[in-house]
Structures are given as C-alpha cells and as structure tokens.
C-alpha cells in the first residue's frame, strides 16, 4: 500500500474552464457556488475569490443529507459572520431547493430595485453556476429546471461545456464544467476530495485513501463504523512513520474479514474492502457524516 503523494490534477479542459469563466462573468449578474456540505472548506476553490471578484455570490452547501446536521449550522453562522448568505441543499432529495429562490431575491433586491427604476421591469436575473467536480451542480440545475436539462452523472468532469438553462421568466442560469485548481497545497484537501469522489480515483491509491478515511471515521465517528461494518474499535495500533495509517489498516483487514473479502490462501481482499469502504461513504451508507468544521 503505497502513501499519498501531493493530489496534482490540472488537465487542460479545467483551464479552458477557467478562460471561458472569466470571459463570461461580464454576462451574469450573479455567480452561485456551489460545495459539498461535508467539506465545505476543501470544497471551494480558492481561486474563486479572485476569478468572481466584486460579483454578488450566493453558496449552496450541497449533499446537506449526507452531511452532519449541527455542523452544516455552524458552517452557515460562519458565512453568516462573513457577509455571505449560505444555504444547505440536498439535490437528490429537493430539500431546501426552494429556499434557493428566496435567498437569490434577497441577494439581488438592490440591483432589481435599480433595473426597476431604470425602467428594466422584468429583466431575468443571470446567474452563473459554478463548483467543482460532483458536488452536484448538474442535479442541482435539473431540481430547478424540474426536467433533466444538464447531463448527470456521479463521476468528476461530465459537464464539458457552458450551457445556459432558463428557469422561468425571471431567472437565467448559466452553467459551467467543474473547475478545479491548479494545485492542492495542502495534502489533507486533496484527500478530502479524493474521499468524496471529487478526484479521480486513480490519482491516489485506494487502499490508502480508505485508511486514511477511516482513521477520520474511528476518531470523530466511531459508532457509524462499529454500526455499519459490525467491528470492534478496541486495541488499534498506532500509525507508524513510513505509512502513516496503520489504525486504518486494521481497521480495513477487519472489515474485509467480516464482509468476507478473502482471496486464495485466506488472505483479506484489502483492495476490495477499500472501495467498499469508499463506495459506502460516497453513497452516505455509514450515516450523515461531515469531515470539515468551521474555524
């Protein structure tokens, strides 16, 4: 089992994103960014502050229903604090979809005052969707078109192109391909990303990726562990130097042993149990789990 390498991932087609983004924000009123709610720190683009500049921003903490309830609220009271409006969505199961609409009116109520006063009555709201890969941004746009407008599927970099999808007479949206960023400075982002899928799997080795997630789950989510997998937390070794994740190890031969992941000679089937284990959180089986808190 090999350990992790800086996630270093920047193909071409994201920095053609990144151009078209910037040349198209002169089009939009708006920008929406849109994170997974169980990393909302690693989730966001940090480039994006720049790329969107002074234009008014709106966040969706998307995947709430997979995400820790009482976190997800800190993580709002935190943007809150910040001037920026935050809104946990789910877009598997529309939750708070709606409330989309009411915080964009709150978010845009000066400029449509001023387009009102020019004379600009019904003048749509154009909006530009943005976030990286898989948190969601397809199923999110087809929750408010309430048709499959945009292609989806769970895997990073489906969306190629910009693409406009009107809502309604009062609401524009512009989408964009996820964007991710040219370099992960710091090793735990990228593989926090990789955890939920927003990576590519053969960036970093699974089996790594998988101790590393459930020595995450044994220290802030024991009981989702012991209820899911049936094992017991007692007498995990400490991690070592050279892997680094040696309570996740155990942790991942046990798991393979209860499920029964052997292969000839009676050997535990590590690789499988790791995407199981992978698998299993992505799809939210082991239970509302966040792996960021707010600062």
Same mark, same amino acid.
Not at 30 to 39: F, K, L, P, Q, Y
Not at 74 to 79: A, G, K
Not at 108 to 113: G, I, Y
Not at 239 to 253: I, Q, R
């Given at each position: 089992? &090999?350990?992790?390498?800086?996630?270093?991932?920047?193909?071409?087609?994201?920095?053609?994103?990144?151009?078209?983004?910037?040349?198209?924000?002169?089009?939009?009123?708006?920008?929406?960014?849109?994170?997974?709610?169980?990393?909302?720190?690693? &989730?966001?683009?940090?480039?994006?502050?720049?790329?969107?500049?002074?234009?008014?921003?709106?966040?969706?903490?998307?995947?709430?229903? &997979?995400?820790?309830?009482?976190?997800?609220?800190?993580?709002?009271?935190?943007?809150?604090?910040?001037?920026?409006?935050?809104?946990?969505?789910?877009?598997?199961?529309?939750?708070?979809?709606?409330?989309?609409?009411?915080?964009?009116?709150?978010?845009?109520?000066?400029?449509?005052?001023?387009?009102?006063?020019?004379?600009?009555?019904?003048?749509?709201?154009?909006?530009?969707?943005? @976030?990286?890969?898989?948190?969601?941004?397809?199923?999110?746009?087809?929750?408010?078109?309430?048709?499959?407008?945009?292609?989806?599927?769970?895997?990073?970099?489906?969306?190629?192109?910009?693409?406009?999808?009107?809502?309604?007479?009062?609401?524009?949206?512009?989408?964009?391909?996820?964007?991710?960023?040219?370099?992960?400075?710091?090793?735990?982002?990228?593989?926090?990303?990789?955890?939920?899928?927003?990576?590519?799997?053969?960036?970093?080795?699974?089996?790594?990726?998988?101790?590393?997630?459930?020595?995450?789950?044994?220290?802030?989510?024991? @009981?989702?562990?012991?209820?899911?997998? @049936?094992?017991?937390?007692?007498?995990?070794?400490?991690?070592?130097?050279?892997?680094?994740?040696?309570?996740?190890?155990?942790?991942?031969?046990?798991?393979?042993?209860?499920?029964?992941?052997?292969?000839?000679?009676?050997?535990?089937?590590?690789?499988?149990?790791?995407?199981?284990?992978?698998?299993?959180?992505?799809?939210?089986?082991?239970?509302?789990?966040?792996?960021?808190?707010?600062?």
């Amino acid at each position: 089992m &090999s350990g992790a390498a800086n996630v270093q991932w920047f193909p071409g087609h994201m920095a053609k994103t990144r151009r078209i983004m910037q040349s198209n924000l002169k089009l939009v009123d708006a920008v929406v960014e849109i994170t997974d709610a169980r990393i909302p720190y690693s &989730s966001r683009n940090p480039e994006m502050d720049r790329l969107v500049g002074a234009k008014p921003r709106l966040l969706l903490l998307n995947k709430a229903d &997979s995400a820790d309830e009482t976190i997800t609220s800190q993580w709002v009271d935190y943007y809150k604090r910040k001037g920026i409006i935050a809104v946990p969505t789910d877009c598997r199961s529309g939750k708070n979809i709606s409330r989309f609409k009411t915080a964009l009116k709150e978010l845009m109520a000066e400029q449509v005052a001023v387009w009102e006063q020019k004379g600009m009555h019904g003048r749509p709201i154009r909006m530009m969707i943005v @976030g990286i890969p898989n948190v969601g941004k397809s199923s999110f746009i087809n929750r408010l078109a309430g048709s499959k407008r945009a292609k989806v599927e769970d895997r990073p970099g489906v969306t190629r192109g910009k693409q406009w999808v009107t809502l309604d007479d009062s609401t524009e949206l512009l989408d964009m391909p996820g964007v991710l960023w040219p370099k992960f400075e710091d090793k735990t982002v990228g593989e926090r990303l990789a955890f939920t899928g927003a990576v590519k799997d053969d960036i970093l080795d699974s089996e790594y990726l998988a101790c590393r997630l459930l020595e995450l789950l044994c220290a802030d989510y024991p @009981g989702a562990l012991t209820e899911r997998y @049936g094992i017991s937390l007692d007498e995990l070794p400490e991690n070592d130097e050279m892997s680094g994740c040696a309570a996740g190890f155990e942790l991942l031969e046990r798991i393979g042993r209860k499920r029964g992941f052997l292969v000839s000679g009676g050997e535990i089937n590590t690789e499988r149990a790791a995407a199981a284990v992978l698998d299993e959180f992505r799809g939210g089986k082991l239970g509302r789990i966040s792996l960021e808190r707010p600062k």
